[in-house]
């Protein structure tokens, strides 16, 4: 790219103290379109020393963010879920420009879901209780819940709006003050939410953007003594890191990672419906979700007309550019992820799968990828173990229950699973035996702010959303005061 253009591209800092600042190193990152690979924006490229003023920041603003009423924390929180949806055009223009998400998959949900997760912490605020706990009578013996501190939170690509609030509503309602270190490759929403939020009051120092390099900001964030708590989404490999990274100081850490999960289809099922939500439970967000249903198990009483459907959804679906709104599925983030999806569907086809959609890159400008069937997949196969996280769905046979329930349990992650059949006594069996932190049955792919999210296993520890992610941000104290004369 020639010196004139990058001259012309805007350059995002970043954020600290509620100022927009250079990185200390002065070096920025070019940003990418997926959609036609043309550069859109210059990124800071944030260092350990940017780290530490952050840090620095966040810490003398704990006292700030806790000085305030909670119920006035909470007005400022009301007031930054009012910005979002005044900015919500905006801001959703933006994220689908740095991701490739398809414009009208980001207004219905991304955008929604995150003004939801804002407003519903905002809530909470001024509902943290702690409570009386009688324990002698000479006593006046009482708990309290306290902030944890200062928390970094690390977030992905995929849905970087979105899981970014699901980490900044319940953390902020909480009293904490944080450290937001988005995807190198998608950090525009969060900078922009950054300003939303100073511009709802929430105090310089509380809310810090720090832009840059996973093994430069992640590791320095991880590693930083004057942290409290991790909160990360990520890969199972970068979550194994920060997790020894963490140790220092004892930080708490939660880890949401990946996931294989399964969405088992018996033969009693409502076939049409069970395929129409497999299809968008894998093509969803081009593949790119945590929660993918990338394994479909079908009964072999149907397998056949499974298969069937799903190859002719697959070839239905509008890819194409993220900024129609007739797309229905945009392409992947990057060139490294396209390559990666590539790759498996070549180790599907020399492991004996069938690939019977599917399976190549379209054009030779942006990232875009067919949607994938694979079909006669064997459990054991690597495309049936392994996260690809891109648009490629395994249909693997089954014959029993028994069975089904061996091959979903049957990988090393255990994040969601879907179960379809209108027996209401093995949809229910069946939900209690899946090993999975969510269960959807005879639906797929639901996510709300009320209810817990995460897993265990390869797909880590702890939930978000919920009371959950009020624990998750504040330390309980027990209060001893003595009623002696
Ligand atoms: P990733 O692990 O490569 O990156 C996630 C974040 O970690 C990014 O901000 C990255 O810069 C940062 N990072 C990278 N190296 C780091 C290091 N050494 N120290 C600290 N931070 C570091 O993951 P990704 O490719 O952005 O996202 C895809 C993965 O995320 C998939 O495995 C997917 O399943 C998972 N995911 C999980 C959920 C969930 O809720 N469980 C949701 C979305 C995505």
């Known amino acids: 790219m020639d010196t004139q253009t990058k001259a012309d591209l805007k350059r995002h800092d970043l954020l600290i103290n509620g100022k927009r600042v250079p990185p200390g190193t002065g070096e920025y990152s070019l940003n990418l379109n997926p959609a036609t690979e043309e550069p859109i924006?210059?990124?800071?490229?944030?260092?350990?020393?940017?780290?530490?003023?952050?840090?620095?920041?966040?810490?003398?603003?704990?006292?700030?963010?806790?000085?305030?009423?909670?119920?006035?924390?909470?007005?400022?929180?009301?007031?930054?879920?009012?910005?979002?949806?005044?900015?919500?055009d905006e801001i959703a223009a933006l994220e689908s420009l740095d991701a490739g998400k398809p414009i009208a998959s980001v207004m219905r949900q991304d955008v929604p879901a995150a003004i939801d997760t804002l407003a519903y912490y905002a809530g909470w605020c001024d509902k943290i209780n702690g409570q009386v706990v009688p324990v002698r009578p000479d006593a006046l013996t009482y708990t309290l819940r306290e902030p944890v501190g200062v928390v970094a939170a690390i977030v992905p690509w995929n849905f970087p709006l979105m899981i970014g609030m699901w980490k900044i509503a319940p953390a902020l309602a909480c009293g904490c003050t944080m450290i937001v270190k988005p995807a190198e490759i998608t950090p525009l929403s969060a900078l922009r939410i950054g300003e939303l939020a100073l511009e709802a009051g929430v105090p310089p120092?509380?809310?810090?953007?720090?832009?840059?390099?996973?093994?430069?900001?992640?590791?320095?964030?991880?590693?930083?003594?004057?942290?409290?708590?991790?909160?990360?989404?990520?890969?199972?490999?970068?979550?194994?890191?920060?997790?020894?990274?963490?140790?220092?100081?004892?930080?708490?850490?939660?880890?949401?990672?990946?996931?294989?999960?399964?969405?088992v289809i018996f033969d009693d099922a409502n076939v049409d419906s069970a395929v129409r939500a497999a299809s968008s439970g894998i093509f969803f967000n081009t593949g790119q979700v945590c929660s993918a249903g990338s394994r479909i198990l079908a009964h072999r009483n149907v397998y056949d007309e499974v298969v069937e459907r799903l190859v002719a959804r697959a070839k239905a679906i509008r890819v194409g550019a993220p900024t129609s709104r007739e797309t229905a599925m945009g392409p992947l983030v990057s060139a490294t992820q396209m390559k990666t999806v590539l790759d498996y569907v070549d180790i599907g086809r020399k492991e004996?799968?069938?690939?019977?959609?599917?399976?190549?890159?379209?054009?030779?400008?942006?990232?875009?990828?067919?949607?994938?069937?694979?079909?006669?997949?064997?459990?054991?196969?690597?495309?049936s173990q392994e996260e690809i996280f891109g648009p490629v769905a395994s249909v693997i046979r089954f014959n029993d229950e028994d069975d089904a329930i061996r091959i979903a349990n049957g990988t090393l992650y255990s994040l969601a699973a879907g179960v379809w059949s209108r027996d209401i006594g093995r949809v229910h069996r069946v939900a209690r035996e899946l090993k999975?932190?969510?269960?959807?049955?005879?639906?797929?792919g639901y996510t709300d702010v009320r209810l817990p999210w995460g897993g265990s296993g390869d797909s880590g520890f702890g939930r978000e959303h919920g009371d959950v992610a009020i624990e998750n941000f504040t330390e309980p104290k027990a209060v001893w005061l003595s009623l002696d004369r």
């Open 205 to 263: 120092g509380v809310l810090n953007i720090v832009t840059g390099k996973g093994r430069v900001v992640g590791d320095a964030l991880v590693a930083h003594p004057g942290v409290d708590k991790v909160t990360f989404t990520g890969s199972p490999s970068v979550g194994r890191g920060i997790l020894q990274g963490a140790a220092g100081n004892f930080k708490r850490v939660t880890l949401e990672l990946g996931g294989k999960s399964a969405n």
């Open 41 to 88: 924006a210059l990124v800071a490229q944030g260092s350990a020393a940017d780290v530490d003023t952050a840090v620095a920041a966040a810490r003398a603003a704990l006292k700030v963010w806790n000085a305030l009423r909670a119920s006035e924390r909470g007005r400022i929180l009301n007031r930054f879920a009012e910005l979002l949806r005044t900015h919500q």
């Open 352 to 383: 004996g799968a069938s690939l019977v959609a599917g399976g190549a890159r379209i054009g030779e400008r942006g990232f875009f990828v067919e949607p994938t069937v694979f079909a006669n997949v064997e459990h054991e196969m690597r495309i």
């Open 436 to 444: 999975a932190g969510t269960v959807w049955i005879n639906t797929y």
